[in-house]
């Protein structure tokens, strides 16, 4: 690939990143992605087969990157100080308030059900690593995914109720019950 097409193409995915953690996976149509990266409609097919075939990849290639940022906790430590850094940072202010950067699923989760089976099969990939990146021991496991359950539903909650008391109560009290 010329360095000019994958420039493009990068652009490509950087406005369907954006506008999936804005809306999920379904809402942006190729037309709204491409007129946010400069393009139009017509260069899309050079690029992606499909506008499904388009979100998989950034849902594939958000999640790496939560993965990649769990994979920078000091190995060393155990599970559980581990498990609460995790969520210290996942359940910050300035991740709640980061909606055109972060994590992907509190904007995606109820899509999945509706999108090819091939989008819960990252979202389970994503699931089994994060959470061995989690444990200390293979017995912490099922702990691990309890923990992301919570981060993940403390951060949709706190993002839903927007800026403010309740939802920074909704942060804390997420927080406080991993150990």
């Known amino acids: 690939m010329s360095d000019k097409k994958a420039q493009t193409r990068e652009r490509i995915l950087q406005a369907a990143a954006s ?6 996976p379904q809402e942006p149509g190729v037309a709204d992605v491409m007129s946010a990266a400069g393009l139009t409609v017509g260069g899309f097919y050079a690029h992606f087969t499909s506008k499904d075939a388009l979100m998989l990849e950034v849902f594939e290639q958000l999640l790496r990157k939560r993965r990649d940022l769990m994979a920078l906790v000091d190995r060393s430590l155990p599970g559980a100080e581990r498990r609460v850094l995790a969520a210290g940072f996942y359940l910050s202010h300035k991740h709640r308030d ?10 995606s989760l109820g899509a999945v059900p ?14 089994e690593v994060l959470s061995a990146e989690m444990c200390e ?3 912490e496991a099922e702990k691990a995914l309890a923990v992301i359950a919570l981060m993940v539903g403390g951060l949709s909650l706190a993002r839903a109720l927007g800026v403010g008391d309740l939802s920074d109560r909704v942060l804390r009290a997420a927080k406080a019950a991993v150990i």
């Open 19 to 24: 506008a999936m953690l804005r809306h999920g």
């Open 98 to 107: 980061a909606t055109r950067s972060g994590c992907p699923l509190p904007s």
């Open 114 to 127: 509706q999108l090819p089976p091939a989008y819960r099969e990252a979202l389970a990939e994503h699931l």
């Open 137 to 139: 021991r293979p017995e």
